[in-house]
């Protein structure tokens, strides 16, 4: 049956569940004082670290970081989608699924649906011609050339476009209707001025790219003439964005059931070719540069990414990119690293020469990201002389202040004061850049002020976006405390964004479970966090509104603290004698006001 299922039949499904039926009846759980717990089916171990919490309707697995509600441990552990686990549950439940009419949004995932169904045919159209086409022998010797196993190509279903301007168009798009499918899936070319339409890929080996369900959206194409260019992509559609897919990234997830790290390359052949040599575990980025959305998908399969660069110039200025994109991700218990190649090298071509052995020893050497950083910023100054010193300072502080996570981020505080030859508690802080908010921005209007929390033994950091999620999570209700947020989307705060978020969807929400909340952010970064803070248990007698109240007010300051600075900067950045007499007054106020 078409047609959307309706939020609040899964929210009633989640109430009339039981998640330790659920997973019992799959994995046996054993009580552990309020909860229960078991090993865990999503990762190998020895000691239990899987734990169900019938009170709060949702499973979390301490070691691997999986966790989520009912829906999702059977999306999880059966590897079925969205729907089909709900049919599963609703059955279990006694429930008949009604289904909401079409919608516009539901007729965009109808038609993204089809466009999904057309890119199957088309990788299993490529692989046939790679087999059958009288006009293949040239791409199968290039890849027995290349060096590629028959069993290789069957695994990333490489394929062969055919020369010829129609010979997919002919094939796969008999009708009007078919064609548009084709054309707005990226297979086919529309001449200029209505001229006909023209297949994308010819005579070139063809790569399918896969999303994290293994589905065919794009492909890419390596040219087997002299055409150019020599690699050639699909275009952006409804279902395939370069910013945020992975070539081979399914494979490598599912090639073992935990990620100990990935390797980040640059081509199809170096992550086809060490996957041959049993390194399963490397992804490509489609020819583009790494994105943000790159490193939040890659962070939610493994703890390790290891960046791979070749040694000359180009990869230098490529590495330090993805130094700049990798900071704001480093949370604690993340790693990255950059591995460096001998010039004229890459992944495919020296796993070849050297051997999977050896490769493997020179991935598990690769720079870490914490002395990266101090090569890659202390580069071309003179560190034997206090100026150097000074200037390593000014550079390093900023980037070091963008790292998310405390614990790392103190670390490298305390390494750069160890170079400098001072004590950590000597640094200058390093605020964060706020964002202008834009001039129609509403007011910030907080809870009522409350008495400052008594802490006993370590003083929790006051405004932690993080905090007030963990309380949100554990008190839903607080939503309605939190007064107008919308401003503080002007201060840059790691995890607030999800939070202001949050709050949004309980406002609306007001009656959502843990369950719901868990389903609404499932399969997604801040769905990985939602789990890890929902696992952690309040603290008994903690006056949880009074924590809530106080950390956003102590949002909103910091919010207003960063507009002063910036304006103080902005008048200091004018001769003072050109300053208006009011300008002046507001100025030596925002002085007088700085802290010493």
Same mark, same amino acid.
Not at 482 to 490: D, I, K, P, R
């Given at each position: 049956m078409s047609g959307r299922i309706p939020q609040r039949f899964i929210d009633e499904l989640l109430e009339r569940v039981d998640i330790v039926d659920v997973v019992d009846s799959r994995v046996p759980l054993r009580k552990a004082g309020k909860n229960y717990s078991a090993r865990c089916p999503f990762h190998d171990e020895k000691t239990p670290s899987f734990s169900v919490n019938p009170d709060k309707q949702f499973y979390y697995c301490f070691g691997c970081g999986a966790g989520g509600n009912a829906i999702g441990f059977v999306m999880e552990f059966e590897r079925l989608e969205f729907p089909a686990a709900v049919e599963k549950l609703a059955t279990l439940a006694g429930l008949e699924i009604p289904r909401e009419e079409t919608t516009q949004a539901t007729g965009a995932n109808v038609r993204q649906a089809e466009l999904l169904k057309r890119l199957e045919s088309a990788a299993a159209w490529f692989k046939r011609q790679l087999k059958e086409h009288p006009q293949a022998g040239e791409a199968r010797e290039y890849l027995q050339r290349r060096g590629l196993s028959a069993e290789t190509i069957e695994k990333f279903g490489i394929g062969f476009a055919p020369p010829g301007w129609d010979s997919?168009?002919?094939?796969? !798009?008999?009708? /009007?209707?078919?064609?548009?499918?084709?054309?707005? &899936?990226?297979?086919l070319i529309q001449r200029d001025e209505g001229g006909g339409l023209y297949d994308r890929f010819r005579e070139r080996v063809m790569f399918p790219i896969l999303d994290n369900r293994g589905r065919a959206v794009a492909f890419g194409g390596r040219v087997l003439t002299d055409e150019k260019p020599k690699y050639l992509n699909s275009p952006e559609t409804a279902v395939f964005h370069k910013g945020q897919e992975l070539y081979g990234l399914y494979q490598a997830r599912r090639s073992q059931k935990e990620l100990e790290r990935v390797l980040v390359v640059e081509g199809y052949m170096d992550v086809v070719m060490l996957a041959q040599h049993g390194i399963e575990w490397a992804t490509g980025t489609l020819g583009t540069s790494l994105s943000a959305s790159h490193l939040q998908r890659l962070f939610r399969y493994t703890t390790q990414v290891v960046f791979c660069f070749d040694g000359d110039e180009a990869g230098r200025r490529a590495a330090a990119r993805s130094l700049e994109l990798a900071l704001p991700a480093m949370q604690d218990g993340r790693q990255a690293a950059f591995l460096f190649?001998? #010039? !004229? #090298? /890459?992944?495919?071509?020296?796993?070849?020469?050297?051997? &999977?052995e050896a490769f493997r020893a020179r991935v598990a050497g690769a720079t870490p990201l914490s002395e990266y950083l101090f090569e890659h910023h202390g580069a071309g100054i003179d560190l034997d002389n206090p100026d150097g010193l000074a200037r390593l300072s000014k550079l390093l502080l900023p980037a070091i202040a963008r790292i998310p996570g405390e614990v790392f981020r103190e670390l490298l505080r305390g390494k750069l004061a160890q170079r400098l030859g001072i004590s950590a508690d000597r640094l200058p802080g390093a605020a964060p850049t706020s964002r202008a908010l834009p001039q129609d921005a509403p007011a910030f209007s907080p809870p009522p002020p409350r008495r400052p929390l008594a802490h006993s033994g370590q003083r929790r950091v006051a405004g932690s *976006?993080?905090? &007030?999620?963990?309380?949100?999570?554990? %008190?839903?209700?607080?939503?309605? #405390? *939190?007064?107008?947020?919308? *401003?503080?989307?002007?201060?840059?705060?790691?995890?607030?964004?999800?939070?202001?978020?949050?709050?949004?969807?309980?406002?609306? %929400?007001?009656?959502?479970?843990?369950? *719901?909340?868990?389903?609404?952010w499932y399969g997604t970064p801040e769905g990985e966090l939602l789990n890890r803070l929902a696992a952690e248990e309040p603290v008994p007698g903690h006056d949880a509104g009074q924590e809530f109240g106080d950390i956003i007010s102590h949002l909103a300051s910091r919010l207003s603290s960063n507009q002063s600075e910036d304006r103080r900067r902005e008048l200091d950045s004018i001769p003072f004698a050109s300053l208006s007499p009011e300008q002046k007054r507001e100025y030596l106020s925002l002085l007088a006001a700085k802290p010493r």
């Open positions: 997919l168009l002919r094939a796969l !798009g008999p009708s /009007d209707g078919e064609k548009q499918f084709l054309l707005d &899936a990226g297979l190649l001998p #010039e !004229g #090298e /890459d992944p495919d071509s020296l796993v070849q020469k050297i051997g &999977a *976006a993080r905090g &007030a999620l963990r309380l949100l999570l554990q %008190n839903p209700a607080l939503a309605r #405390e *939190a007064g107008n947020t919308s *401003a503080l989307t002007g201060l840059e705060e790691p995890d607030l964004p999800l939070l202001l978020q949050l709050l949004d969807y309980l406002r609306k %929400n007001p009656q959502a479970s843990m369950g *719901a909340i868990l389903g609404y």
